[in-house]
């Protein structure tokens, strides 16, 4: 079992930034990819975000591409999402996840292991 708990989210102005942290304890090993997936309110849950177990690689949706930047801390069980230039459309819930599937990633229905969740909200 792998237990994940997120930090970070809040509100910001559009054009601001924000820095996401998921920490993750239990079976956590670097052979698990970790992600990021949002919620906004009405629609399904958005891939955002993955890097892979020992970070030599990571993929960022097309909609956050040069302005997210996902990262992980292994010494310290932790991944973040740093979120620049945010824009209204990114209001959402941010959830870690975690899936030792290396197969289709840009899918939330991969990952395994779910955090809470926490609420980002950019006003314009």
């Known amino acids: 079992q792998v237990q994940l708990v997120e930090s970070g989210g809040g509100s910001v102005q559009a054009g601001g930034s924000l820095r996401l942290s998921c920490g993750a304890s239990?079976?956590?090993?670097?052979?698990?990819?970790m992600g990021w997936v949002r919620q906004a309110p009405g629609k399904e849950r958005e891939f955002v975000a993955v890097v892979s177990g020992n970070s030599d690689s990571t993929y960022s949706a097309d909609s956050v591409k040069g302005r997210f930047t996902i990262s992980r801390d292994n010494a310290k069980n932790t991944v973040y999402l740093q979120m620049n230039s945010l824009k209204p459309e990114a209001t959402a819930v941010y959830s870690c996840?975690?899936?030792?599937?290396?197969?289709?990633?840009?899918?939330?229905?991969?990952?395994?292991?779910w955090g809470q969740g926490t609420q980002v909200t950019v006003s314009s």
């Open positions: 239990g079976r956590t090993n670097r052979y698990y990819a």
């Open positions: 996840a975690a899936t030792s599937d290396m197969a289709k990633l840009d899918r939330a229905a991969t990952y395994n292991y």
